[in-house]
């Protein structure tokens, strides 16, 4: 896994700082979400129904599957923070569903790093500008802003 130093996240800020491979949404994958979601609606679950009578063409993955996707394509994509002994996903300040992914439809994230602050406590928040993009579409499925929590131990305090 590649790894970034803390001196380094200045040099960074509006930079990308990765990009995830490919992976495409299944009706498997929409509906193991929408049992674990309780959210059954035909638009997701029924490809018939959303055939007929949705703009659509068939079913649509839900707008949070494709944003749970990020964890791992974060983990996939973007560069550890050397030293830190853990992250923690820390909220957004922004999502955005902009275009529906429709089932079979291949996604993947982009990320560049936004801003950051390092506290002296050890903990540094950042946040990432994320673009999940539809394979062969010009709108993106999502935007958002998302905060991460690292926490990378001070150095000891020489006498």
Known sequence: MKTIRLDQLEGMVGKETGLSAWREVT???IDQ?????????????????AAAETP???????????????????????????GADMGINHGFDSVRFVAPVKTGSRIRARFKLGEYKARPSGWVQVANDVTIEIEGSTKPALTARWLTL??????????
């Open 56 to 82: 659509f063409g068939g079913t649509i993955a839900h707008g949070f599957l494709t944003l749970s996707l990020l964890s791992t394509f974060a983990f996939e994509a973007q560069p550890a923070l050397e």
């Open 27 to 29: 009706q498997t994958m």
């Open 150 to 159: 690292a926490f990378v131990p001070p150095a000891p305090k020489q006498e």
């Open 33 to 49: 979400f929408a049992d674990a979601t309780d959210d059954h609606q035909f638009i997701h679950c029924d490809p018939e129904r």
